[in-house]
């Protein structure tokens, strides 16, 4: 049974900072690639970050040099570094586990970041 869990989200003043983990788990880790997702009330789901098997990374234009993505293969974790947190972070962050062959993919069940106004 696969089963991808996020940890890390809460409730953080505008400027702060979070680091979100997602640990996998029924899944060969270093055969998908990693994303970060994000929902917030209203809006479609979209990317965050995601980072390949081999570790290339790519961000939405929103999060550029404020989130760091990044991935332990010993510990089938991947983590999402984010500071200079601001209200419009404010959302439901999804991971995303996705074969870089195949079309199996995975979703975990979120956690949500709340940055008050």
């Known amino acids: 049974q696969v089963q991808l869990v996020e940890s890390g989200g809460g409730l953080v003043q505008p400027g702060g900072s979070l680091r979100l983990s997602c640990t996998a788990s029924?899944?060969?880790?270093?055969?998908?690639?990693m994303s970060w997702y994000r929902q917030a009330p209203g809006k479609q789901r979209e990317l965050v970050a995601a980072i390949t098997s081999g570790g290339i990374s790519n961000y939405a234009d929103s999060v550029k040099g404020r989130f760091t993505i990044s991935r332990d293969n010993a510990k089938n974790t991947v983590n999402l570094q984010m500071n200079s947190l601001n209200i419009e972070d404010t959302a439901r962050y999804y991971c995303?586990?996705?074969?870089?062959?195949?079309?199996?993919?995975?979703w975990g069940q979120g956690t949500q970041v709340t940055v008050p106004s």
């Open positions: 995303k586990a996705a074969h870089q062959l195949y079309r199996n993919t995975y």
């Open positions: 029924g899944i060969i880790f270093t055969m998908y690639g």
